[in-house]
């Protein structure tokens, strides 16, 4: 038997708490193989928007698991001092295969495959009893510690107006997330197959009281659900597609380029053709003020809503 970590030792090893912290126990099995394990329950707070009366674990919280345990096998090598900012740089090959669901117990394992140039790679899975969930592969890297120095940009043309393509209320209409997974706030513009979402950052929302360091940024996993959910917007807003729910299927890549803070207005722009089949794939990139934050390629599945 390796090193065990309690929840505790990886709540200060890791600076994350409730409602983030994704793993209940850790053992160390050697310097490069890991073994988690979280337990899922329906008083989870994510369960309650995720979906009402259909509660599943988002697939990007199966990705910040396997990013924290991550962080446990190498961050001390990336940052000895722990003074820098160790942060999830790349995604690839992700894939959801199986639903996590209340009651299930997630087991999440890590690989480290390289560590060089001041990055790590590492293969990654989530798994329940009756199967792998999801796999990864994930790059960790260093950069320092910042804060924003600039207020936001003065009002643009994606701020809510008269003439935004939908409000708040109508993605109530269509979409099944609800407080306090819902990261889109309306979608500012609509062209075709284009469209352009907005998600206002604020200290107030519960994800950053999860965070006990001093430099509080968005996760670079919830990056990835704000842009799918654009694009679940998207697509459930086609006539054919009523009452319908879309599902994340997979992360062909995600690169994430700088931090995202409180008071940051995130402008998400992703496109996402017409599919014959129920499977459909787009690209997309988050902006704040102009400046490239991340961008993705992601598949989806639209399937019938809970009855």
Do not use: W
Not at 34 to 63: A, S
Request: charged fraction near 25%; aromatic fraction near 8%.
């Amino acid at each position: 038997m390796g090193t065990i970590l309690d929840a505790a030792q990886i709540r200060e090893l890791l600076h994350i708490r409730y409602p983030m912290l994704m793993l209940d126990r850790v053992e160390i099995e050697s310097p490069t193989q890991l073994t988690g394990i979280r337990n899922l329950t329906m008083n989870e707070l994510f369960f309650q928007g995720h979906f009402p009366g259909h509660p599943i674990l988002p697939g990007v919280m199966q990705v910040e698991a396997m990013r924290q345990l991550a962080m446990l096998a190498v961050a001390k090598e990336l940052d000895p001092s722990g003074s820098r900012n160790v942060y999830m740089r790349k995604l690839e090959s992700v894939k959801f295969r199986k639903p996590n669901l209340p009651g299930d117990r997630m087991k999440v394992s890590a690989e480290v495959e390289s560590i060089e140039n001041g990055e790590a790679v590492i293969k990654c899975k989530t798994a329940n009893c009756q199967g792998v969930t999801c796999e990864a592969k994930i790059t960790l890297a260093v950069r320092e510690k910042s804060r924003p120095e600039t207020m936001p940009c003065d009002y643009n043309e994606f701020d809510r107006n008269a003439d935004i393509a939908l409000d708040t209320v109508g993605l109530l209409a269509f979409m099944p997330h609800r407080y306090p997974f819902l990261l889109t706030d309306y979608i500012a513009k609509r062209d075709g197959d284009q469209v352009t979402s907005v998600k206002n950052v604020t200290g107030g929302e519960e994800l950053f009281q999860a965070y006990e360091d001093d430099c509080k940024t968005f996760p670079e996993s919830l990056l990835c659900e704000v842009m799918a959910q654009a694009g679940c917007a998207c697509v459930l807003s086609r006539p054919e597609n009523a009452g319908k729910i879309g599902y994340f299927m997979s992360i062909d890549s995600a690169e994430f380029f700088a931090p995202v803070y409180p008071g940051d207005q995130m402008v998400s722009h992703i496109g996402l053709p017409p599919s014959k089949s129920r499977f459909g794939k787009g690209s997309g990139e988050i902006t704040v003020n102009g400046k490239l934050v991340m961008k993705i390629t992601l598949m989806f599945a639209i399937v019938d809503g809970a009855k």
